[in-house]
């Protein structure tokens, strides 16, 4: 872990996680790529992980100051601070540009992506079979998951905790997008509007959800790196390939939903091929703009981690 961070540093990390919590907003790109992009990722895995019997020793025994440097405390409360002011503010933003422009959206997140593979399977210096198979399986996993269709169910305080637990471990997985567990979930619409009208109750019910289902997973995932590091990195790569099939920009609805305000929603939706949308939709596609925003989305990741390796924060 970093210790003796600037506030330069702090900045730029609340930077980080403003940039995670944009990404978290969308159903289909994870925060977790941000944070693997950006260097952090371990550390945070690692910070997470901290949190248990332990660290509660520690605070009785050492005091409280003890206890924020052993969580690595300032790390994640900047980057939390960074990811609720995202979305409450950025996520904004991303979700007109969702309902406005989707295709160029979807462009500019699938070049992110699409680069992101390369970001996380560089670090893998020699390939085996067990990275090999690692790869292909988490690429069918999330091909798999992003394929499913949405359901509806009833956000009951049950369904809503249990919704912040999977949901959480899906956004600190480079590839499985947290608001896409949400949207297979039925729960999307109710969380983001629980966000937007600071509906307290909601979203402590969900946030209890999310502390619960962070702190476990966390676990898993840091003994996954540091037992079978090639290995993660190999599946969480497979992950990120394999999430490609829900960014594809140009998608035909075959299903409609309605939600809460009485506007049509896409429900079930099919990748088709640009040329094919402009016949079938009737709509431009946009394909030079998407090609140039997917090419933007690939040369912000060199960017990303050229200035991750640079700031080391």
Aim: glycine share 10%.
């Amino acid at each position: 872990m970093q210790s003796g961070r600037s506030l330069r540093d702090y900045f730029v990390l609340s930077v980080k996680g403003m940039m995670m919590g944009a990404a978290d907003a969308v159903p289909g790109v994870s925060g977790g790529t941000i944070a693997f992009m950006t260097g952090i990722y371990e550390e945070l895995i690692h910070s997470l992980k901290q949190f248990g019997p332990k660290a509660l020793m520690i605070f009785f025994k050492e005091g409280p100051v003890e206890a924020w440097k052993f969580v690595n405390g300032s790390f994640l409360l900047t980057l939390v601070g960074g990811i609720l002011l995202s979305l409450l503010t950025i996520s904004h933003v991303v979700l007109y540009w969702l309902a406005e422009y989707p295709e160029l959206l979807w462009s500019f997140f699938f070049g992110l992506i699409l680069a992101s593979v390369w970001s996380v399977c560089r670090h893998i210096e020699r390939w085996g079979s067990n990275s090999f198979t690692a790869f292909i399986i988490g690429t069918i996993f999330a091909y798999l998951v992003t394929s499913l269709s949405p359901t509806s169910i009833e956000a009951t305080p049950l369904f809503i905790f249990l919704s912040g637990m999977v949901a959480i471990c899906a956004m600190i997985l480079p590839g499985i997008s947290g608001s896409f567990i949400l949207l297979l979930l039925g729960m999307y619409t109710p969380i983001l509007g629980a966000i937007k009208n600071l509906e307290l109750f909601t979203l402590a019910i969900f946030a209890a959800g999310c502390a619960v289902g962070l702190l476990s997973f966390s676990r898993v995932l840091s003994w996954m790196f540091s037992s079978f590091k090639v290995t993660t990195l190999a599946l969480l790569g497979g992950f990120l390939l394999g999430s490609l099939n829900k960014v594809w920009p140009w998608k035909y609805t075959t299903a409609y939903t309605i939600n809460r305000h009485g506007e049509q929603v896409p429900l079930v939706q099919e990748n088709i091929s640009p040329f094919t949308f402009e016949t079938m939709t009737g709509q431009p596609s946009f394909v030079i703009y998407a090609a140039v925003l997917m090419l933007i989305g690939a040369a912000l990741v060199f960017l990303i981690e050229r200035m991750g390796r640079r700031s080391g924060v």
